[in-house]
């Protein structure tokens, strides 16, 4: 069964660093690109950008470049999503997904992980 | 704001027909294909429809997609209490380059 695994959720302040993870299992983690969606309270669906696991290569939302930094090690079918100093604005659920097909235009996320709670306060 | 843009909510019996619409346009929906999610409160999103009306293993025949220029539509028939749900459509958006999720509509059962 092909799963990705995020960890728990976490409380920080702000300004502090923090890195979320991904964990696939179930298929070549290397050979899909992941990705990850914020959700703010009450709000919609953000894509915030995707990584390829073998090289590491990133496509990132305009929206989110430069705010986040999405890292993977291929050797432990891991992928993760950081910061370096967090806002209150920060306050989300953060979901990781594999995406399916091969090229960028028919790209679609499946499956989900069960998402990551942040909460930062100030 | 979302380049894609849902009704933000809809609404059914038991039984009844709902459609969610999405309106894109040429550098997204026009261009690409079209993909459709449930998100459950307190759940992961579900992948429900992908490649504007492919059905994944698993995902009831009571949900279907379909796409007409830049706009696309989920269908749901014989509309289920388990159906309540926020429904967002997403595309590739070769101008934007990169993924865009639309503006989710809230599906009650009344």
């Known amino acids: 069964e092909v799963q990705l695994v995020q960890s728990g959720a976490e409380v920080k302040n702000t300004g502090e660093s923090l890195r979320i993870s991904c964990k696939g299992s179930g298929y070549n983690f290397y050979a899909f690109w992941i990705g990850w969606v914020r959700q703010m309270p009450g709000k919609g669906l953000e894509w915030m950008g995707i990584?390829?696991?073998?090289?590491?290569?990133?496509i990132y939302s305009p929206s989110f470049q430069g705010q986040v930094t999405m890292s993977a090690d291929k050797s432990v079918s891991t992928a993760y999503l950081q910061w370096s100093s967090l806002q209150a604005s920060d306050t989300a659920i953060y979901y990781c997904?594999?995406?399916?097909?091969?090229?960028?235009?028919?790209?679609?996320?499946?499956?989900w992980g069960q998402g990551t709670l942040v909460t930062v306060s100030s | 704001q979302s380049v894609l843009t849902q009704p933000p909510s809809g609404s059914g019996t038991p039984g009844q027909r709902v459609t969610i619409s999405c309106s894109g346009s040429s550098s997204n929906i026009g261009s690409n294909t079209a993909n459709w999610y449930q998100h459950l409160p307190g759940a992961a999103p579900k992948l429900l429809i992908h490649r504007n009306d492919q059905r994944p293993s698993g995902v009831p025949d009571r949900f279907s997609g379909s796409k007409s220029g830049t706009s696309a539509s989920l269908a749901i028939s014989g509309l289920q209490s388990e159906d309540e749900a926020d429904y967002y459509c997403?595309?590739?958006?070769?101008?934007?380059?990169?993924?865009?999720f639309g503006t989710g509509t809230k599906v009650t059962v009344l």
């Open positions: 990584i390829y696991p073998d090289d590491s290569q990133t």
């Open positions: 997403a595309a590739w958006d070769g101008s934007l380059n990169g993924y865009v």
């Open positions: 997904a594999r995406v399916n097909s091969p090229t960028l235009g028919t790209l679609w996320f499946d499956p």
